[in-house]
């Protein structure tokens, strides 16, 4: 039987205003002294009052990750695992170009429909194994084996097999050529993994060859890190030994945390909440333009939502300008309902609908809804705002006579039941660095990750023309089509594109944000701190 949550009632723009006013207080928090508060968990190394341990870097999240494998890893938190725990054939640059990482170097055929890439001799694995090309085939081969449910598997459906050409080299044999081959070979999911342990183990006992390995776990509260000091790539820069992420059930909580000196990072601020950190001289606060969104997800398989007038009704009651204040305090970029942001190559400027709840109730009448809807939307804490856009979402609707319930679940349950199978779902999105990996993951008909399970055969075929073409101006015009196809006719409505905001203590110097969100730690080093106000001045002390 299904588990039963509250539903949280209907709440006006100004009622929520209010609700968000009062928990931005809760977060700031105020205190009549300058100690900091209590350790929520105990701090890791010397008290706060004692000093600062800087061989330790510690992370808060909000959830735990879904496995250490790195190929079935579905939520942001394991794939920052992966990224910490594995490496791939590519680094992907901040401004989303590939440079070698364990491929040394790559090449294509005329045709592009091979591929080879020469590997970095001497790498080894957290076991002491070497890796060989043995390990990069049968790591791509894994993902695409249907048996593993990799959630990237069609995102390489063009792959036919990759191939030993020696020790050193592999060869990727294509159905179809892709360009961004090169970067999608760079992201965390395509971590290289060792030929001879089982799917089980890996789940559980992640090996890769990353610059971290897992020293200790706590399920459920906490992953220790501890340096790889056999680690192959001597570019990178590791001065701290250890590294925690921690997890917390809430943002309140890592406010608190981290106020507390009892975490040096939050990769994930909500923007309302912004000033409890800029006002804190103990914290600095990075923001980098990225592709990442929250979205609501109308199952266009399921009726209402399999009416192409219900889905743009229901567009037009999102007022995305209140969602970029409200929501996202200001900051972010709108967006048209289709994934590709300003930040991605080939972005095409579509101008976002307006907030027109008189013409959605229209087409409701068109599609045979006089009455308007009666709909459920699922949400949950799973990442800072979503629950409040779904709420919002909910008052903007009204007017066009769409009443939603909104329903709030655990993180837990919202991936294992409701992300993808309920008719009307909220998510949130992370960034894909390659175009035809953010479509394919998003919109294509088979993809695992087409939540809204829009099947298009037209806008299949032109995927794959944008991938296979090699010449930039027409590749653009390829992916304006898809992009103004997907507004026009798909199943998810994209308010804005959120960019990445992290909160780091002032002790961590030598840290820079990428747009992917993905926590690079190279050059990064600590310094003790102790200004005038004290260790860890809390903000409003």
């Known amino acids: 039987m299904r588990r039963q949550f509250p539903r949280i009632a209907q709440l006006t723009r100004r009622d929520l205003l209010r609700y968000m006013g009062v928990a931005g207080l809760l977060l700031a928090g105020g205190c009549s002294n300058n100690t900091a508060t209590a350790p929520l968990f105990g701090s890791i190394g010397t008290e706060p009052d004692a000093g600062l341990d800087i061989s330790v870097v510690r992370v808060a999240f909000l959830n735990y990750p879904d496995s250490f494998d790195p190929a079935r890893s579905r939520s942001m938190e394991a794939v920052q695992c992966a990224y910490a725990l594995y490496d791939a054939l590519t680094y992907i640059r901040p401004d989303l170009t590939p440079e070698p990482l364990l491929a040394v170097s790559w090449q294509t055929t005329a045709d592009r429909l091979a591929w080879s890439?020469?590997?970095?001799?001497?790498?080894?694995?957290?076991?002491?194994?070497?890796?060989?090309?043995a390990d990069v085939a049968y790591t791509f081969n894994r993902i695409l084996d249907p048996v593993l449910e990799s959630p990237i598997r069609l995102i390489f459906d063009f792959i036919e097999q990759v191939e030993v050409v020696d020790e050193y080299a592999v060869r990727f044999v294509l159905s179809s050529p892709n360009a961004d081959l090169p970067l999608l070979v760079g992201a965390p999911l395509t971590g290289i993994v060792p030929n001879n342990i089982s799917s089980a183990a890996l789940s559980t006992q992640p090996v890769g060859v990353g610059a971290w390995r897992v020293a200790e776990t706590e399920h459920g509260k906490s992953i220790r890190f501890a340096r790889n000091t056999d680690y192959w790539n001597k570019g990178y820069e590791m001065q701290f030994d250890t590294l925690e992420y921690r997890y917390f059930s809430s943002i309140a909580e890592q406010v608190e945390a981290v106020l507390a000196n009892e975490i040096?990072?939050?990769?994930?601020?909500?923007?309302?909440?912004?000033?409890?950190?800029?006002?804190?001289?103990?914290?600095?606060?990075?923001?980098?333009?990225?592709?990442?969104?929250?979205?609501?997800?109308?199952?266009?398989?399921?009726?209402?939502?399999?009416?192409?007038?219900?889905?743009?009704?229901?567009?037009?009651?999102?007022?995305?300008?209140?969602?970029?204040?409200?929501?996202?305090?200001?900051?972010?970029?709108?967006?048209?309902?289709?994934?590709?942001?300003?930040?991605?190559?080939?972005?095409?400027?579509?101008?976002p609908r307006p907030y027109d709840p008189e013409q959605a109730r229209q087409l409701l009448l068109q599609a045979g809804y006089p009455n308007g809807l009666q709909l459920s939307l699922i949400t949950s804490p799973i990442a800072p705002g979503l629950v409040e856009m779904a709420q919002l979402f909910q008052t903007m609707a009204l007017p066009a006579g769409i009443e939603i319930e909104v329903i709030s679940v655990p993180p837990d349950v919202y991936l294992t039941d409701y992300a993808g199978r309920a008719s009307l779902h909220a998510i949130a999105w992370g960034m894909r660095?390659?175009?035809?990996?953010?479509?394919?993951?998003?919109?294509?008909?088979?993809?695992?990750?087409?939540?809204?399970?829009?099947?298009?055969?037209?806008?299949?075929?032109?995927?794959?023309?944008?991938?296979?073409?090699?010449?930039?101006?027409?590749?653009?015009?390829?992916?304006?089509?898809?992009?103004?196809?997907?507004?026009?006719?798909?199943?998810?409505?994209?308010?804005?594109?959120?960019?990445?905001?992290?909160?780091?203590?002032?002790?961590?110097?030598?840290?820079?944000?990428?747009?992917?969100?993905?926590?690079?730690?190279?050059?990064?080093?600590?310094?003790?701190?102790n200004d005038q106000a004290g260790v860890y001045r809390q903000a409003g002390s």
């Open 117 to 133: 890439f020469e590997l970095q001799r001497d790498v080894r694995f957290h076991n002491g194994a070497l890796m060989t090309a």
């Open 264 to 351: 040096d990072l939050i990769p994930d601020v909500p923007p309302p909440s912004l000033e409890t950190f800029t006002s804190n001289p103990s914290l600095t606060v990075q923001e980098v333009p990225s592709a990442r969104f929250q979205a609501i997800v109308m199952r266009a398989d399921l009726p209402p939502f399999d009416n192409p007038r219900v889905r743009e009704a229901m567009k037009l009651c999102m007022d995305r300008a209140a969602i970029q204040q409200q929501v996202l305090a200001g900051r972010g970029v709108l967006a048209s309902d289709q994934p590709i942001a300003p930040v991605h190559p080939f972005q095409a400027e579509l101008t």
């Open 433 to 529: 660095p390659s175009v035809d990996e953010t479509l394919t993951s998003s919109y294509y008909s088979q993809a695992p990750t087409n939540y809204s399970h829009y099947v298009n055969p037209e806008l299949d075929r032109m995927i794959e023309a944008g991938r296979s073409e090699s010449d930039p101006a027409r590749r653009a015009e390829q992916y304006r089509a898809v992009q103004e196809l997907i507004m026009r006719d798909a199943a998810m409505i994209i308010p804005c594109f959120i960019p990445v905001l992290m909160a780091i203590h002032k002790s961590m110097e030598g840290f820079s944000s990428h747009p992917t969100g993905w926590l690079e730690y190279s050059g990064v080093h600590r310094i003790a701190v």
